[in-house]
């Protein structure tokens, strides 16, 4: 079987809603944060306190540090450097922004970031190794776990655990 035959229809979706969020977000590509954002009303997050806002500004926040999660930040606060201040002091210098990736469109599409094609090829051995034949959301959901990063960190902060996941994909049937 084809990996992507592998996809359930749920899985298929979330990688177009993905590109879709990119787009959206003028991003350069899609990042793994847009997977996440896509996965939002999937059965596999349901019950979790998940408020689409405040994700989307933890994600504003992040690429606005050029890529530092929250850990990233207090691990160079705790060596006495304020990152807050340093991208203030750069944007009143150079401009708002000036730590993002800027656009960069390709003619045959929007490009996946490097962690987004490594989620992707998580989540088909996360599915091997529970003995699914199909790829669904909730394999996706336990790469993005697997993860450094912005993602599995906002996550986990909202209780969003590898083994809940686990435990959800264990007993998912392929839709």
């Known amino acids: 079987m084809m990996i992507a035959e592998r996809f359930t229809?749920?899985?298929r979706e979330a990688v177009k809603t993905a590109v879709?969020?990119?787009e959206?977000?003028?991003a350069s590509e899609v990042g793994v944060?847009?997977?996440l954002l896509a996965l939002l009303d999937t059965p596999a997050l349901a019950g979790f306190d998940l408020p689409r806002d405040e994700l989307e500004t933890a994600f504003r926040d992040y690429r606005r540090k050029g890529g530092l999660t929250k850990a990233d930040a207090e691990a160079l606060r705790g060596l006495g450097i304020d990152v807050d201040a340093v991208i203030d002091s750069?944007?009143?210098s150079l401009g708002t922004g000036v730590l993002r990736s800027g656009p960069r469109r390709r003619w045959f599409g929007m490009?996946?970031?490097s962690a987004v094609k490594k989620a992707l090829e998580t989540s088909l051995r996360e599915s091997r190794d529970l003995g699914h034949n199909f790829l669904g959301a909730e394999h996706i959901l336990l790469a993005l776990l697997q993860g450094k990063?912005?993602?599995a960190e906002v996550l986990i902060e909202r209780g969003v655990t590898y083994e809940e996941i686990r435990k959800r994909a264990a007993s998912?049937?392929?839709t």
């Open 9 to 11: 229809k749920e899985a």
């Open 20 to 22: 879709r969020e990119a």
């Open 24 to 26: 959206q977000g003028h």
């Open 33 to 35: 944060e847009h997977l």
């Open 90 to 92: 750069v944007e009143q």
């Open 111 to 113: 490009p996946l970031e």
């Open 149 to 151: 990063g912005i993602v």
């Open 172 to 174: 998912a049937r392929a």
